[in-house]
T-cell receptor, first 110, second 116 residues
Framework: EDQVTQSPEALRLQEGESSSLNCSYT??????LFWYRQDPGKGPEFLFT???AGEEKEKERLKATLTKKESFLHITAPKPEDSATYLC???????????FGTGTQLKVEL | DAGVTQSPTHLIKTRGQQVTLRCSPKSGHDTVSWYQQALGQGPQFIFQYYEEEERQRGNFPDRFSGHQFPNYSSELNVNALLLGDSALYLC???????????????FGPGTRLTVL
C-alpha cells in the first residue's frame, strides 16, 4: 500500500526565514509526485509535478526537489501570504489516483 | 476558463438521508476524480470517472456512488448518511495526454457536508 508522510506537521517562520518541508514516500512504481497548496476551507491549488529523481521545479519563492525516497519543498524568504497547508501526493500504478500525506501547516509571521 | 466548479458549497443533512454533489470539470478535461477530506487530514480518494465509467475506486463502501455525463460533468451520491461522512468533498479534473499518461489534477473549491 502506498504511503506518504509529511513533516513537520506544523511550522512557524518569521518573514524572510527560509526553510524546507519534507515528503517521504513508500510506493511501488512512482508515476508522479505532486505538491499542492491549500488555504482554509478551499480546494487544493496545484503547484508542481515531479516525475523522476533529480528533477527540480521552481515557482516564485518555492522550489521542489525529488529523490528516490523523498521530496522537499524549499521556501526562500517567505512572506505572510505563503501561510497555508502544503500537501504532497503520489500517483502510482495504472490509474491517476492520488495518495496524499496529511500536510504541513505553514504560518509565516511579520 | 472557470476552472473546476462544484455545487452546492455547503450542505447540512441528517443521519440516514441521501445527498448528491455535483462537479463540472475544467474546460478540456475528460476525467473526474472525487476525494473526501476530513478536518486536519489529506484528501482520500473515493473514485474516478472516465468515459462515463468508474475506472478506479478507493476504500469506500457501496453507499458512495457516482456518475459521469456525456459533457464530462459528474455527480457523487452518498446514501444512508452517517455522522462520519461529515467532510469536505473535493472534485478534481484532469485529462489523459496523447502519450496515454495522466496530467495534473485540478481541484474545485469543494462541498462542505455536515451530517447531524
Amino acid at each position: 500500500e502506498d504511503q506518504v508522510t509529511q513533516s513537520p506537521e506544523a511550522l512557524r517562520l518569521q518573514e524572510g526565514e527560509s526553510s524546507s518541508l519534507n515528503c517521504s514516500y513508500t510506493v511501488s512504481g512512482l508515476r508522479g509526485l505532486f505538491w499542492y497548496r491549500q488555504d482554509p476551507g478551499k480546494g487544493p491549488e496545484f503547484l508542481f509535478t515531479l516525475y523522476s529523481a533529480g528533477e527540480e521545479k521552481e515557482k516564485e519563492r518555492l522550489k521542489a526537489t525529488l529523490t528516490k525516497k523523498e521530496s522537499f519543498l524549499h521556501i526562500t524568504a517567505p512572506k505572510p501570504e505563503d501561510s497555508a497547508t502544503y500537501l504532497c501526493a503520489v500517483s502510482t500504478g495504472g490509474g491517476n489516483k492520488l495518495t496524499f500525506g496529511t500536510g504541513t501547516q505553514l504560518k509565516v509571521e511579520l | 476558463d472557470a476552472g473546476v466548479t462544484q455545487s452546492p458549497t455547503h450542505l447540512i443533512k441528517t443521519r440516514g438521508q441521501q445527498v448528491t454533489l455535483r462537479c463540472s470539470p475544467k474546460s478540456g478535461h475528460d476525467t473526474v476524480s472525487w476525494y473526501q477530506q476530513a478536518l486536519g487530514q489529506g484528501p482520500q480518494f473515493i473514485f474516478q470517472y472516465y468515459e462515463e465509467e468508474e475506472r478506479q475506486r478507493g476504500n469506500f463502501p457501496d453507499r458512495f456512488s457516482g456518475h459521469q455525463f456525456p459533457n464530462y460533468s459528474s455527480e457523487l451520491n452518498v446514501n444512508a448518511l452517517l455522522l462520519g461522512d461529515s467532510a469536505l468533498y473535493l472534485c478534481a479534473s484532469s485529462s489523459i495526454s496523447t502519450t496515454g499518461s495522466y496530467n495534473e489534477q485540478f481541484f474545485g473549491p469543494g462541498t462542505r457536508l455536515t451530517v447531524l
